[in-house]
């Protein structure tokens, strides 16, 4: 079972609909990344959280530290979302930090 | 503020060769970690290098090295080419553990585009 798991895997909606991606993990983190990858194969950070929630335009993340559970919210989808979703947990191991990645959600958002 | 680079953007290689791929850090960044994605999954942490030295590895044998360089820009070095090391590697340059001890959520990492290397 990896560390991290999202779903769903892919998802394709209609230009306008309100998409959940979820994000589980099961080790202890010092921080949650929600990143953007676009076919190019680039990476963008979206969101860094440690608690609670945060906005940036459309976009919405939540984190339940608890429950060892995120989601990424977008509302009012346009087809320029559409990319692969991933989300990573911030591991501090012996002195290193270091990244696990989820697998990614690829979005689709026909116009 | 200067990004991520990376470089090359694409490479061909043959097995059995050795490959280089290089990366320079955001500025003010003092950390750089690589990455390996293969196709349709999420990346893989390779290691890590801060103050010039490896700090943290992954899954990953000895023929994957690499080099961290005063100004903090680093190389990944691959000996002996494998066909399954064909994927797209990453590299993330951050703020190092004197500034961002474990749970400072304020520190981020800025990415590269990457490198996509196809072993033939």
């Known amino acids: 079972k990896n560390e991290v798991e999202q779903s769903p895997q892919n998802l394709t909606a209609q230009e306008g609909e309100f998409i959940t991606i979820n994000c589980s993990y099961s080790v202890g983190i010092s921080a949650l990344h929600w990143l953007q990858q676009h076919p190019g194969g680039g990476i963008v950070s979206l969101f860094m959280l440690s608690s609670g929630k945060k906005k940036h335009g459309r976009l919405i993340a939540t984190i339940n530290i608890q429950e060892k559970h995120s989601s990424l919210h977008i509302t009012a989808s346009h087809p320029r979302d559409s990319a692969v979703y991933i989300c990573a947990v911030r591991l501090f191991i012996q002195g290193a930090q270091k990244l696990v990645f989820g697998q990614g959600t690829r979005l689709t958002i026909n116009p | 503020e200067t990004g991520v680079t990376q470089s090359p953007t694409h490479l061909i290689k043959t097995r059995g060769q050795q490959v280089t791929l290089r990366c320079s850090s955001q500025?003010?960044?003092?950390?750089v970690s690589w990455y390996q994605q293969a196709l349709g999954q999420g990346p893989q942490f390779i290691f890590q290098y801060y103050r010039e030295e490896e700090n943290g590895r992954g899954n990953f044998p000895p023929r994957f090295s690499g080099l961290q360089f005063p100004n903090y820009s680093s190389e990944l070095n691959v000996n002996a080419l494998e066909l399954d090391d064909s994927a797209l590697y990453l590299c993330a340059s951050s703020l190092g553990l004197e500034f961002a001890p474990q749970a400072k959520p304020n520190y981020g990492y800025t990415f590269g585009s990457g490198t996509r290397l196809t072993v033939v």
């Open positions: 500025s003010g960044h003092n950390t």
